[in-house]
């Protein structure tokens, strides 16, 4: 685990993030504050490209919570059985939908105790449906950002909850509303777990990771000596 950043350099990280996309998006399909919550419940071991997959059908005709009720369990289970742990996340999409309608009014809470109060949605899907929809700064932690914070020194923790506070305690508040999605971008695609391609990376020199990956040396041309 890598140690804090210095404030200044955490400016400096997060304005080059800023520079490289002004407004980052995240990459679940959906078309309302629902779909978002369910694509979100539904992408939880998941990746975003399977749950898009199986949701852009089903939210032709099921982009309510009284929808879905109609839909019933087993149609929603054929639209999402490419998806892992479909059967539970079905139970659980159908449960909440039923709150939703029945509590509040088919309308999705912008409330984080509320959402967490429905099943199958726990605090980091609460955070996203908060930054996504509502534009709060609520940092939703996976593996990526994860990585990413402890690896960086941008947000270290020994848990999601501890990179979370790290997150709310050391990012500048002019660059909260938008850190979960420039983390996990670059999570997923610069910092991967593997082997980070740090030659890439536009944070490399800020960066505290101590084994950056570097260019391999090109290979001599046939004919040449080594």
């Known amino acids: 685990m890598a140690r804090q950043l210095p404030y200044h350099t955490m400016v400096e990280i997060f304005r080059r993030f800023r520079d490289a996309e002004p407004e980052p998006k995240g990459e679940l399909e959906h078309v309302n504050a629902y779909t978002l919550l369910v694509a ?107 990585r990413v914070g402890n690896r960086s020194g941008i947000a270290p923790g020994k848990d999601v909850d501890a990179v979370e506070r790290a997150i709310e305690d050391n990012v500048p508040a002019e660059f909260q509303r938008h850190a979960h999605h420039w983390l996990i971008l670059h999570g997923r695609y610069t910092c991967v777990a593997r082997k980070p391609k740090c030659p890439a990376c536009l944070i490399r020199d800020l960066c505290a990771f101590e084994d950056k990956t570097v260019e391999p040396s090109p290979k001599p041309a046939k004919g040449t000596p080594a």
Do not use: C
């Not at 005709?61 to 149609?75: F, H, N, S």
């Not at 509590?103 to 967490?116: C, D, I, K, N, T």
């Open 40 to 146: 979100v419940a539904l992408s939880a071991q998941a990746t975003d490209a399977g749950v898009n997959k199986a949701t852009r059908a089903l939210f032709e005709v099921a982009d309510t919570p009284q929808k879905m009720l109609d839909l019933g369990e087993e149609r929603l289970i054929q639209h999402i059985k490419t998806i892992g742990l479909f059967r539970n996340k079905a139970k659980n999409v159908m449960k909440l939908s039923r709150i939703l309608v029945e509590e509040y009014g088919g309308e999705v809470p912008s409330s984080r105790a509320a959402l967490q109060s429905l099943p199958g949605v726990g605090r980091k899907t609460a955070n996203v449906v908060l930054n996504m929809w509502w534009g709060f700064p609520a940092q939703a932690v996976d593996t990526h950002i994860f």
